[in-house]
């Protein structure tokens, strides 16, 4: 028996379905999207949300499936299993978001459902109540969470003055929620005018469009959608030292600017994320764990949202460790510049990222999520098929120079949460601090 291990398969162009485009008159933007093999229909609704009260929004989001003016929540629940479907909801900055699936033969009442709740939720004063404390109780518990504190200081230093420098409400304003605003909030922005509904199964797209039509077309509602304005420029400044005394560990975060998917660089500062922190074989991950044993698991990653774009890496080490930690995220900040990539080393990242293309979109439910989140920045789903491509013509050179232009550690906000105490000293080798 040979034990030679065979090479790789050559990498294939990623095959995509076309969705089906239709507006309804009320304004609701549907995308239709064919998708046999699985007898199973996914559905995602977004709807605008900017600038909406985040407690009022997560509250909404909670409660929408507590009943009607003609059905119970057990009754909605009921209609929901009877074809093997399911709905959920959330809410962030941006959007509020249902999503769910059922059966493809029952997603006309799927749809009657959803067209029920959007037009008619009661949000009666029981199950708010019982949602408002089972949001809260989730809040006071990440509220200790080193990564949610970290997080939420990291948001309101880069963004202070944005909404999204509030990503998260507090555990008090939650509580400070009553029905009536709840109400209101659905009243002025549960509307159909620039919301997006996006289906993608085994569907014949005509007959689920009439479905569409038929549950759908009756909803309204006043006001015109808010969109969320560009985030400002990131302004380096101080590291930020979030104090948590007694703490075994420290996170550091360290964010910097990033490119819009739209920009000609976004294929090479894609795959520059990978070689530096963006999987298991990165630089970072090699580094701080394999290498140096400081942390278990190192990252980094692009976010972009329908604001703007940042990058980020994320780093929780042992607190005598915080400062030789923080330089080493520094020096392989600069060593993406001055090291660039061997052709190996960029070939195993873009086989990586190639393929996590492929394997998120190889189910209804990956492809529905890529239509809706391409959409939010105006971007059809064809244009997964066009990056994929610009992926594979990225050289060595290209991510030298994105690394140059964008990898710098000077031009990033650095935030650090752990014991004052221990790790001040070892801090102040980076220049001032503040404290948050």
């Keep these: 028996m040979s034990n030679v291990i065979p090479g790789l398969a050559p990498e294939v162009p990623l095959s995509l379905p076309v969705p ?40 909404l989001s909670a409660a929408l499936f507590s009943g009607t003016e003609t059905a119970s929540m057990t009754e909605i629940a009921q209609r929901l299993q009877g074809v093997g479907g399911a709905l959920g909801a959330g809410a962030d900055p941006d959007r509020i978001a249902v999503s769910g699936n059922s059966l493809a033969t029952g997603l006309p009442e799927l749809l009657e459902v959803l ?81 997006r509904l996006v289906i993608v199964g085994d569907i014949d797209t005509d ?122 995220v520094r020096a392989e900040l600069r060593g993406m510049a001055e090291r660039p990539p061997a052709a190996d080393e960029l070939d195993l990242a873009r086989r990586y990222a190639l ?17 809706s989140v391409l959409a939010a920045s105006g971007l059809p789903l064809s244009w997964l098929s066009e990056h994929s491509e610009r992926i594979r013509e990225v050289t060595p050179a290209d991510i030298q120079r994105v690394a140059a232009e964008r990898l710098d550690p000077d031009r990033a906000v650095t935030v650090v949460l752990g014991d004052g105490g221990e790790i001040r000293e070892a801090l102040d080798a980076f220049g001032e601090i503040e404290t948050a």
């Excluded at 980020?312 to 030789?324: F, H, I, M």
């Design 207 to 328: 007959a689920a469009f009439a479905a569409v039509e038929k549950a759908l077309g009756d909803w309204n509602g006043a006001g015109e959608p808010r969109l969320m304005e560009p985030l400002p420029v990131l302004v380096p400044g101080p590291l930020v030292l979030v104090d948590r005394p007694g703490s075994v560990q420290s996170a550091i975060r360290v964010a910097y600017p990033a490119v819009e998917r739209t920009h000609a660089d976004n294929a090479a500062q894609h795959l520059a994320n990978m070689v530096f922190g963006g999987y298991f074989s990165s630089r970072l991950v090699m580094n701080l764990r394999e290498t140096k044993g400081y942390g278990y698991s190192p990252r980094s990653r692009v976010d972009h949202s329908p604001a703007g774009s940042i990058q980020l890496a994320a780093v929780d080490v042992a607190t005598e460790v915080t400062g030789p930690a923080l330089a080493e």
């Design 20 to 59: 089906v485009e239709r507006t309804l008159p009320n304004g609701l933007r549907v995308l239709l999207t064919r998708r046999p093999g699985v007898p199973l229909a996914e559905v995602r609704l977004s709807i605008p949300a900017a600038h909406a009260d985040l407690a009022a929004a997560d509250l």
């Design 115 to 195: 067209g029920d709740l959007l037009k008619a939720a009661e949000y009666p004063e029981g199950p708010l109540s019982v949602e408002r404390s089972r949001i809260i109780d989730g809040l006071s518990v990440a509220e200790q969470q080193p990564d949610f504190q970290v997080n939420r200081v990291l948001d309101a230093r880069l963004w202070s003055g944005h909404p999204y420098g509030h990503q998260q409400p507090t555990a008090a304003e939650v509580e400070a929620v009553e029905r009536d605003a709840v109400l209101a909030l659905h009243a002025s922005r549960v509307h159909p005018v620039g919301a």
């Design 355 to 371: 393929g996590s293309v492929k394997l998120a979109t190889a189910t209804q439910a990956g492809i529905a999520n890529y239509i």
